[in-house]
């Protein structure tokens, strides 16, 4: 979790630094904290879980395509899941593709997502 704690800080500190070397160490890291957070969870949603944190760390290192297709893997594991329809029109909208990312956050919302 130390390890997963000083990347995060590298990356926001200095993210011009950040190598793609760096960057999946943090994925990996990032994916062994996923499977202990959620031990106690089917496989299923160990993965529907693991997905949307793959995302969201693609997402925080600016690399907004790629967030994409784990955002529609839990989709797929989980028609329901509002977070990863909202997730999704957060990165469509960072790369300015304003109507797909409107059509998520219409979804986000239908689903019950309430953004604080």
Not at 34 to 43: D, F, G, Q, R, V
Not at 52 to 69: I, S
Request: net charge positive; proline share 3%; glycine share 4%.
């Amino acid at each position: 979790m130390l390890v997963l704690a000083v990347m995060v800080y590298m990356l926001k500190c200095a993210p011009m630094v950040a190598s793609p070397l760096l960057a999946n160490i943090y994925l990996h890291e990032l994916d062994r904290y996923m499977e202990s957070k959620y031990l106690n969870l089917t496989a299923y949603e160990r993965h529907k879980q693991r997905m949307q944190g793959k995302g969201n760390a693609l997402y925080n290192l600016k690399r907004y395509e790629e967030p994409l297709a784990a955002y529609e893997q839990a989709i797929r594991l989980d028609p329901n899941l509002a977070l990863a329809y909202n997730n999704k029109g957060l990165a469509l909208n960072n790369l300015k593709r304003y109507q797909e990312a409107e059509q998520a956050f219409e979804k986000a919302h239908q689903l019950g997502f309430v953004s604080q």
